[in-house]
């Protein structure tokens, strides 16, 4: 596989497809559909390839030689740039176990996600087109390595998902799709800020022998390649890493969504077509803790160890008061949606541990959120479909109208709920187990399993309003499920259930690099 | 009575400036603000032409003329379009009446 | 007083004259002919200014071109009963008053102003100079003025073409 | 027969339900038989487990044979090292009996099943659940560590939900599985956290070498405090499952259930786990852990029994009825009679199974009547039904020659010889006022049901003896509750194959924490009672089972117990048919006189309204806050922001318009006419501007005066 550019591919085939949807006539609306098709199954063929191709003992996180399927090539270099040296950005790509699980689940969520936009009518050439858009960007964010490419990739998914929420959503839909955008504008100011404080602190020796301030990501972790005098060098006694961490940190806890940073996400989830809120929550919110991951923990060991203790409380007020409300919610899509934010809090509450067993942990409830999330969303679309309503109270007794539906949903509901045997309890039994280990944070692990009793509750009181007890007379003619909906339903359930029973599929991909990773945070700078 | 040099030049040219700006601001057809404008540019062009005459930097107060007298002919042929148009959209060619721009 | 003071005022005055007229006539169709009678005028000032290429310049493209395509417009334009001129009388009285004091503050320029003059010999044509000037130093705005006169051709055409219904 | 070949078909009894759940639920719609191939799933298992008990207690009786593969691998973790989270199957007595137990009460209220269930829309379905529910008890039974017991306690929970919400139409029902499932997870809430402090500290799931860790004097975080919390909170998952006090509330409710799925689940096997649990974690719990759980055992049977009491419906006092056996079992393993609370629970299992199938033969029969104010005289009509019956009442009261008598016997004298031994009286109090009780009320259902006048003739006329299908199971739990299973001496418990089988694991706990009877230097006589004893579940090479002193205490009370507790039985006997046989005394108005007692016992304490009350609509009430809080609060603060910043914008604009442009306005209003003629001026004629140009260009000259 040396030098074959499968990471370009990954991230700039939907681009080419994007061209070719937008050259096709507006009357071809099948070939825009499969063209997205063939572009979303190029993908997740690649994503597999990839993993095949893993080298499940290379570490990565912060040691260049062990990424995989590198590609660096100088994108933007200028030498003596008035008073930066050498102005150099590079084009820098290249996976580890922290991002190889992340790019093989978008890859499935977009293709699923695919079929579920077939039915997109309002004007489809530009839908699919906004949509690899968005499936570029967010490919491209999990693969680079280069904060400068990062943040571009990171606001150009703001563009397309602004457009397909604010085109193809509900009836608020302007409104959520500013809010959306507001929010996460705010959090890339914060970024930026920090980027260029990082960029100004940090220098990297170019292969001519110069020194230049650098974007690289893995220069950066390295505590030896700042200045002395940085703003956000830790050697400088006056720096700013707190507050630049601090900053960091909202910007992606806009996107996980983090309390108070959240309401965002009711609001695009229950506007946004379904397509889109499988996207949004299979894949958008975990691109906020693999930034976390990626840059955050790595470049500020100190200040991560410093504040691990708030960034768990505050996965643990995401897990309790994300449940509550869910509970409290008579709109389906939006129970789902904070049942999301409830579910990221585990994520976070993982990585806060600084352990293994507990970043394992949050990344394979990263995963496992994704395809049990995403199966929920296609599960309110297929009965938003039918009904056109998604009030709770509305339902009732479809378990007999659509028994092969509601199999489908029990898997999803217990898988959210955390019934072992599916993927979902893995996860968070071993976020509870890694936070548990660490004396710090224990107790608010134990505040934090309130979330297992809550979660089962208003999981299966849905499941009682929605399919059990009688069928109300007006939806004695819905349909079960047809065969589109079963290609969608079908391969995620088969995910949810195999990774159940084997996890190791999964997590033997990370933890050479979650162990790595967790090393360095003890080490560095300590 | 002196003998005819420059000033009797401008002075006509003076003249035919005013006659022409007179036509412009008054008349409400749109073709007489045309002649106008027409008036004004021979004015301008005997200047161009006098001037040339009277100083000594060879035939380029001519050659300007000449642009002139083009560059009028391209005026008029867009003018005339557009009071055709004009006279389409409102079945007349009264500039007065003609104030869409105030909006 | 020469003859050549003597051609100067006969085409003086009926360069003024007829402008005159061709500003205050009620007819528009009258107001056409006065024009030309202004542009013949002016166009004779020219040879007496001793620039008899642009002289009949002026003559075959006022006369020849703009003149005649006035004329259509006016043809175009009204019906040719109804010629008659709506004007505003109102405005008539400052009309004049300004365009007096104007002219006024103009000619008082002219004549008051101590022209430099240099005084320089005819030559005998001016269309060899002329040319030689148009693709030597003017031959940029040359061929500017081409292309000008191509797109204002296209664009008059395409302007005023009949839309079809 | 090798050890490795015991395992395996240890796992293929383990798998063969899963088996056959999953083809009868994908296919169960389009091939009506298909049940059939379940029930011979399960019956192929049954066979399995009997032959696979035979060649563990005759070859390896004293060996526990231990399988382990890894299930995940961490990596070399920092700071631990290698890491990895191992499951595995263990192999002993325990094990063996269990895997029979379940795989019969399974197979018989199967073939119950195809008759009682016969004509159900779901009637597919409801065999593929009972697969499921079988293959996850099965995974309970095997497991050698707590993940796996935790990955099929909570299979467990999900395969009693949906079989309690079975018929999922009647909001009752599918309330009580909700009901059912939260209740049990907040027992395992605490079951998690304490296995959590376990891993936390030895990185191990497996019991055998927790034990190993403990053993070695290695305690969680270093304080036997810690150890004892984590033996409490295991035992949570315990109180969730086998529904003791607090968390009992879900069992009564979950007879919603069709009434082979009681027999099976909310009796005999699945209730059981919780007692099963706690006897696998019985070696490393403290004493002050062993108080509260005989403690919670104690409160919970009386409490049970007390409502059993006075229910009317036939599941419901069934169902108490099984609570309070459940603490009774949960108290003996507290006191520390291990060997008698697991002898109960078999023998248990068998009448409580027995008793819930007849009580189902019983319903069918009346065509879903429960309420046994509507019954009467059905011994007459349905007799095998009613022998059958009144051999497991006979058992559950303690009557000789029956197996409950031994077990019953036999745990009532254990926590008596704890009395002696601690000073602790009130549990032996509380076991024998129990034995009293449960014999009442037993014998109050079996009168009330079968015997008298018929009270509702219209529904006994149309009542008739159930099906073979259906009697046959009854007959062989019958059959199972002769003491002769058991022991060939019918008043010795301790003479019997099963006490040889059965050893209590030596506790690991350090010595501090153990009771004073338990410590080691009491062992002076160590070896002559159980020399051929083998260590349980602990640590393979302990040679020592319990404590002599125990076991002296125990055979000291064992004939005083016995004589008390037939008395006792005999008592409760006598006064159910004083009262509802002779009606020598009226029950209503030994109620009227009790007024608030019975109604105390009849609303079953209100604890579910209490529960209501104080928890559940205060968790709504405050779901609703935190929603209405999240919409209002969080939300309008970030919309109140948007709105402010756009109220700063507005201010501005007005700023600009009024304040800065008025400036302007006003200095060009105080120059007069400029500023006034502003808008007239605007005309929009081109003429108009013309004049303006002229008459600036006039002004410029006039200003200028170049002339």
Known sequence: MQGFPLLTLLTFIPIFGMIIVLLLPKSAENNVKYTTLAVTSIQLVLAIVMILNFDYSAGGVFEVSSFQFIEKVAWIQIPDVAFLGTLKIDYFLGVDGLSAPLVLLSTIIFFIATFSSWTIKKSPKGYFAMYLLLNAATMGVFVSLDFFLFFVFWEVMLLPMYFLIGIWGGPRKEYAAIKFFIYTMLGGVFMLITMIGLYFSATEVLADGTQAYTFNLLALMNQNNYLTDGILSPSNPDNWRFMAYIGLFVAFAVKIPMFPFHTWLPDAHVEAPTPISVVLAGVLLKLGTYGILRISFPIFPDITRELMWYIGLFGVINIVYGALAAMAQKDYKKLIAYSSISHMGYVLLGMASLSSVGINGAIF??????????????IVGIIYDRAHTRGLNDFGGLANQMPIYTGFVTVAFFAAVGLPGLSGWVSEALVFVGAFGVESIRTITMIGMLGILLGAGYMLWTLQRVYLGTLPEKWKELKDVDARELAMLVPLTIIVVVLGIFPSFVLNIMTTSVNSLVDFLSTTLN | ???????????????????????IITRKNAILVLMGVELVLNAANINFVAFSRYSNYGLNGQLMALFVIVLAAAEAAIALAIVLNIYKTFGHVNVDEIDNLKE | MSIYDLIFYLFATLTIVSALMVVSSDNIVRSAFYLLATFFGVSGIYVLLGADFVAVT???????????????????????????????????????????????????????????????????????????????????????????????????????????? | MSESSLISLAVTILLLPLVGFFIVLLFGKRFEHLYKLEVGIISVALLLSIYAGFVKLTSYVNDTIIAQFTWIDLGNVPTIGHLTVNLGIMIDNVTIIMLFVVTLISALVHYFSIAYMKGDIRFSRYFAYLGIFTFSMLGIVIADNLLMIYIFWELVGLSSYLLIGFWYEKKSASDAGMKAFLTNRIGDIGMFIGILILFTNYHTFSFTEIFNHISNGVVPFGSNGWLTAAGILVFMGAIGKSAQMPLHVWLPDAMEGPTPVSALIHAATMVAAGVYLVARIFAMLTADAMLVIAVVGAVTSIFAASIALTQNDIKKVLAYSTVSQLGYMVMALGVGAYTFAFFHLVTHAFFKGLLFLGSGSVIHSMHHEQDMRNMGGLKRKMPITYITFLIATLAISGIPFTSGFLSKDGLLAGTWAFGNLTGHYLIPIIGFTVALMTAFYMFRLVIMTFHGEPRNQHKYDHAHESPKLMTIPLIILASLSIFIFYTPNPVAPADGWFYNWVKAPQTVVPEEARFEFMKSESHEIEGTVNNDSHGGSGSGSATITHSEMYEHAMHAVHYPAMILSIILAGLGILFAFLMYHWKKIDADKLAEKLKPLYNLSYNKWYVDEIYSFLFIERLLDFSRFISWFDATIVDGIVNYSATFTRGVANITGWFDTYIVDGLVNFTAFVSGFVGLSFRKMQTGKVQTYIVYVVFSVIIILLVLRPF
């Open chain 1, 365 to 378: 409830q990263m995963f496992n959120h994704g395809t049990i999330t995403a199966m929920l969303f296609l």
């Open chain 2, 1 to 23: 009575m002196v003998e005819v040099g420059l000033t009797h030049f401008l002075v006509v040219s003076a003249f035919l400036f005013a006659f022409g700006l007179y036509a």
């Open chain 3, 58 to 165: 002026q003559i075959m493209v006022y006369i020849g071109g703009i003149l005649i395509l006035l004329l259509f417009g006016v043809m175009l334009t009204s019906n040719i009963t109804n010629v008659e001129i709506k004007k505003g009388t109102a405005k008539i009285l400052p009309a004049v008053i300004g365009i007096g004091i104007l002219l006024g503050a103009v000619v008082s320029v002219m004549t008051r102003t101590k022209w430099k003059i240099h005084l320089t010999e005819i030559p005998q044509t001016t269309s060899f100079e002329l040319g030689k000037l148009l693709i030597t130093d003017y031959v940029l705005v040359f061929e500017l003025l081409g292309i000008l006169l191509l797109i204002a051709l296209i664009g008059a055409a395409s302007m005023a073409r009949r839309e079809q219904e």
